[in-house]
C-alpha cells in the first residue's frame, strides 16, 4: 500500500525556516523524480520544488533561492528547507513523484504570520 506521510509544518513567523519531510512506504523514492507541491483553498495544487533521479532540482520562480530540495534514498524521504518564509507560502504542502502518480498523503500546513 502506497503512502506518503508529510510532516514539519506549523505556524511560523515571516522570515523563519522550516523544515518539511515527505516519509515513503510501499513505494520507492530511488528512480523517480520527485516534487513537493503546495495548495491554497480554492487554489490547484503547485509544483513547488522537483529533484530528479540524478539528483537535478528546479524551483518555481517565486520560491527560488529561498526553497532546497533533497532526498535521502537510504530513508525513503524526501525533504523541503524553506527559508524567509513568507505569508505567500501559507498552504498544505504535499509530495508526489513529478509528474504525480501515488495516491497523495495529508499534507503538512504551513501558515506564515506577518
Known amino acids: 500500500q502506497v503512502q506518503l506521510v508529510e510532516s514539519g509544518g506549523g505556524l511560523v513567523q515571516a522570515g523563519r525556516s522550516l523544515v518539511l519531510s515527505c516519509a515513503a512506504s510501499g513505494i520507492t523514492f530511488n528512480g523517480n523524480s520527485i516534487g513537493w507541491y503546495r495548495q491554497v483553498p480554492g487554489k490547484q495544487r503547485e509544483l513547488v520544488a522537483v529533484i530528479s533521479s540524478f539528483g537535478r532540482t528546479d524551483y518555481a520562480d517565486s520560491v527560488k533561492g529561498r526553497f532546497t530540495i533533497s532526498r535521502d534514498t537510504a530513508k525513503n524521504t524526501a525533504y523541503l528547507h524553506i527559508n524567509n518564509l513568507k505569508p505567500e507560502d501559507t498552504a498544505v504542502y504535499y509530495c508526489?513523484?513529478?509528474?504525480?502518480?501515488?495516491?497523495w498523503g495529508q499534507g503538512t500546513q504551513v501558515t506564515v504570520s506577518s
Open positions: 508526489n513523484a513529478n509528474p504525480s502518480k501515488w495516491d
